[in-house]
């Protein structure tokens, strides 16, 4: 189970909590005052401090200031214990950092609803910073081997993403702790009172707005699941863009691995430098057979081409601020060839190429954005991974301020030689081909 600290300089709260604490099969530690509090957290980094307010040396709200203050200890779930019930104190506490509050005296119930519901908070962060750590390590590798980035702005999205339901359901909590706690008053008075009339319950359901609280109950759980859902998708939509259990050559539905890259984009496609609420996508997708082809590099290629349209796009933005004629528009289209051959096209009506770029574009780390805004390694890495890695073509047909067009030629089989990859050239159409030597523009 969970280690957790209590602090009280109180031998008989000590005997009470540890017991009952030790009963639902916690690891119990047991500090007489804050120094030695502070010293046991400091060694064992508890999941969960339960804390008396006044001891001598040092307080409650001191012992909770430093704790918050020490980066190994600030996720533990600080609960202070308290007689006082001013609105003062309480906003002491938690300006302090402390997490919730348990009146002395202290009711069984109430404090093990309590432990049960900072450990399930201290798990979900512990969980969320695991999950962090793990992204920052991808971010190092894959800025190391210059494959994405763009990295830095899909963590920010998705950090943005699950912070959005998981502080709406951190928000909801004291809702229903109030909800449940007013119903959990009038259970208990039921309870008893042997001589609890109808009448006297039917007056206590209307003080508490009995069909009020349930009817927003079930409007918060269902929110509340909807959230936690959403975070679940992010997660194993995050876990399949990587891949990386599934390296080498594999089948690849090509539809859903442009779904899962405009997936990973969905910050960025819900504002254009705030144009728009949502950017409208016109999808258009033909009925394709599966490729061949490593699924990790083929979901990062879609993504690096996809996120380059939508930076043309607010780029143009930004220069037709005032021009309510232009609205960002994202089209992708896909098509079979011939039975060797797919396309994908990219359609955006951004700020275009200019042609006098197409000498430069070759070029990694050439980039027309800020300086600080782009490394110019996107769609170098996607010409990478598409041309040198999987023996087909990145093309793109563009006119400055007209928007561009993107060409995403892909083998149906791999591997295939450069004899084999230029002879299935008569299977695209000419007006292609002729676009086989350019390079996209690294923005």
């Not at 709200?61 to 203050?69: E, G, I, P, T």
């Not at 001013?86 to 950092?97: K, Q, T």
């Not at 009020?212 to 959403?230: I, N, T, Y």
């Not at 081409?305 to 043309?312: K, Q, R, S, Y």
Request: charged share 25%; hydrophobic share 40%.
């Amino acid at each position: 189970m969970a280690t957790i600290l209590v602090i009280d300089d109180e031998i008989t709260t000590q005997l009470v909590l540890q017991d009952l604490l030790e009963s639902e099969g916690h690891e119990v530690l047991i500090a007489n005052d804050g120094k030695q509090g502070w010293d046991l957290a400091s060694q064992h980094c508890p999941n969960l401090i339960i804390c008396d307010w006044m001891m001598p040396e040092l307080n409650g709200v001191d012992l909770c200031r430093r704790v918050k203050a020490k980066a190994k200890l600030e996720a533990t779930f600080f609960i202070l214990l308290t007689a006082r019930e001013h609105l003062d104190d309480r906003v002491c506490g938690l300006n302090a950092g402390a997490d919730d509050f348990i009146s002395k005296p202290i009711e069984t119930e109430e404090l093990l609803a309590r432990v049960r519901s900072g450990l399930r908070l201290n798990h979900l962060n512990q969980q969320l910073t695991k999950s962090l750590h793990d992204l920052q390590a991808a971010q190092v590798q894959l800025v190391q081997s210059e494959k994405m980035s763009s990295l830095g702005r899909l963590v920010g999205g998705v950090a943005h993403e699950i912070n959005n339901p998981i502080s709406f359901i951190y928000g909801n909590l004291s809702h229903i702790k109030n909800y449940t706690g007013d119903i959990s008053r009038l259970i208990q008075q039921i309870r008893d009172d042997e001589n609890f009339s109808r009448e006297q319950l039917l007056s206590a359901l209307e003080e508490i707005d009995f069909e009020f609280v349930m009817a927003d109950l079930e409007k918060m759980l269902g929110s509340m699941k909807e959230g936690s859902e959403r975070i679940r998708e992010i997660v194993i939509a995050l876990r399949e863009f990587s891949s990386q259990e599934r390296s080498g050559i594999h089948q690849i539905d090509l539809h859903h691995a442009l779904d899962l890259a405009l997936s990973m984009l969905q910050p960025r496609l819900h504002n254009t430098q705030g144009r728009i609420s949502v950017m409208p996508i016109e999808k258009n997708y033909e009925e394709l057979p599966n490729i061949e082809g490593d699924i990790g590099l083929i979901n990062q290629a879609l993504f690096n081409v996809l996120e380059n349209a939508i930076d043309a796009m607010s780029e143009k933005a930004q220069v037709c601020k005032h021009d309510e004629s232009w609205t960002p528009s994202l089209s992708i289209i896909t098509r079979s060839l011939d039975p060797d051959w797919i396309e994908v096209e990219i359609v955006d009506n951004g700020v275009g190429i200019d042609s006098h770029l197409n000498g430069k574009v070759f070029d990694p780390f050439f980039t027309t954005k800020p300086v600080g805004q782009g490394k110019g390694l996107g769609l170098a890495v996607a010409y990478q991974i598409i041309v040198q890695q999987h023996s087909g073509k990145l093309s793109y047909d563009s006119h400055s301020n007209r928007g561009t067009r993107f060409f995403v030629h892909l083998p149906v089989r791999q591997p295939l030689t450069q004899s084999q990859v230029q002879t299935r050239n008569s299977g695209i159409p000419k007006s292609l081909s002729e676009q086989t030597q350019a390079i996209p523009m690294i923005r």
